[in-house]
């Protein structure tokens, strides 16, 4: 999968920027700190996911003082092309739309345009709460087609109808409630099953990958193991009758997968609460790398990775063993020197607001 041509415009501090970028290699984005580096590859990212890989709420990206943002862009999987385009408006409608259409569903983006992003931010994929180690699980399980993604969606849809009833009651039940509670209980013990159930597939899938890619990273001797969770035991739908009154009292849903834990373990210990700095770190970057060879077995494509700032994170060795393992397709890095026996493809200059082609 590669993205072929980007274009933004009133996106976060590009006024108006084209890009023609290299379909294959590394193109290494270079410039000093604040010239526009990250909201050039966000704006690639944006293209093929309606959203950000930095903050959640989207009207942040539109050029300050404007009123609407644009960005548009050219991308070829397998051998197929889609046109990718996104209006964003502070107020009135916006849209993003594939080959002009409306988009079918978010697994079809995820697996028509995969992408793997490495920021500094991802410490918290190891040092964070559990909420965002679910996230990463929920998107791979999405990626694994329709049945898989429904199920990941309809897990959401009935978590939410039963945490806003049991808000309603107040801790009271009359009849009616009690049946409609029974009904919503019967629903999540067994999607919510089926979703643990195939948090876990993947988890195995995936840790195959993370212990091969942390060993590259790393080269530790640590032993790095993953292990899901669960918030219940034996049958979802007994654990929900059991901690009814629980619930009632909380108004919120106090079992099932949106309580589960993915403890990444190092050495047999916790690595959110016994991992040092650089190990979160190597852990966090080892998990992206484990996400790009997973992906590239279930799709059969290689994601385009985009690498912010890593540079800043590791030292030299680490990111020369990063990158050498890193099957290069189409990587886009971002930092403000370019490290030693670095093999890039192509430089990118940010300056001024502008990007230029540069000789190294
Ligand atoms: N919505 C916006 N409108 C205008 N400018 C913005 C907007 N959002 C962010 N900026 C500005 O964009 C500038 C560049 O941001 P960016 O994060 O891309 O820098 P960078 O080159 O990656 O820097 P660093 O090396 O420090 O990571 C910042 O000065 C920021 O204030
Ligand atoms: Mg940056």
Not at 141 to 163: A, P
Request: aromatic fraction near 8%; glycine fraction near 6%.
């Amino acid at each position: 999968m590669e993205v072929r041509s980007v274009t933004l415009d009133n996106f976060r501090n590009w006024r108006h920027l084209e890009l023609e970028l290299d379909t294959s290699g590394t193109t290494f984005i270079l410039g000093n700190n604040g010239q526009g580096k990250t909201n050039v590859v966000e704006g690639i990212y944006f293209a093929i996911r309606n959203r950000s890989f930095r903050v959640p709420f989207r009207e942040s990206l539109i050029l300050d003082g404007d009123a609407f943002l644009k960005v548009k862009s050219e991308v070829f999987n397998q051998g197929r092309r889609f046109d990718t385009e996104v209006l964003l408006q502070r107020s009135g409608d916006s849209y993003f739309r594939v080959n002009s259409k409306p988009l079918r569903s978010f697994q079809s983006l995820l697996t028509s345009f995969p992408a793997v992003v490495f920021q500094p931010e991802d410490l918290t994929l190891v040092k964070g709460g559990p909420g965002i180690r679910r996230d990463l699980l929920d998107e791979l399980v999405t990626m694994q087609g329709k049945k898989s993604s429904s199920t990941v969606s309809l897990f959401e849809k009935v978590l939410q109808q039963r945490n806003s009833l049991l808000k309603q009651v107040h801790g009271k039940l009359d009849q009616d409630a009690q049946n409609t509670l029974a009904v919503w209980d019967d629903r999540l013990g067994n999607v919510g099953e089926e979703l643990a159930s195939l948090r876990e597939n993947v988890l195995t899938e995936l840790s195959k990958w993370l212990v091969e890619a942390y060993a590259i990273i790393a080269k530790e001797s640590f032993e790095l193991t993953l292990a899901y969770r669960r918030s219940w035991t034996g049958d979802l739908l007994e654990a929900l009758n059991r901690s009814r009154t629980t619930d009632l009292q909380r108004g919120t849903t106090t079992v099932g997968p949106q309580r589960d834990e993915l403890d990444i373990l190092i050495g047999g210990k916790v690595a959110r609460y016994h991992a040092s700095q650089g190990e979160a770190r190597a852990i966090a970057i080892a998990t992206r790398l484990a996400t790009i060879l997973f992906l590239q077995q279930e799709l059969g494509t290689t994601p385009v990775v985009f690498l912010d700032d890593i540079t800043s994170e590791l030292d030299e060795k680490r990111v020369k063993r990063l990158f050498d393992s890193i099957p290069k397709a189409q990587v886009l890095v971002t930092g403000t020197f370019l490290p030693k026996d670095f093999n890039v493809e192509k430089v990118l200059k940010v300056e001024d607001g502008r990007v230029t082609a540069a000789i190294y």
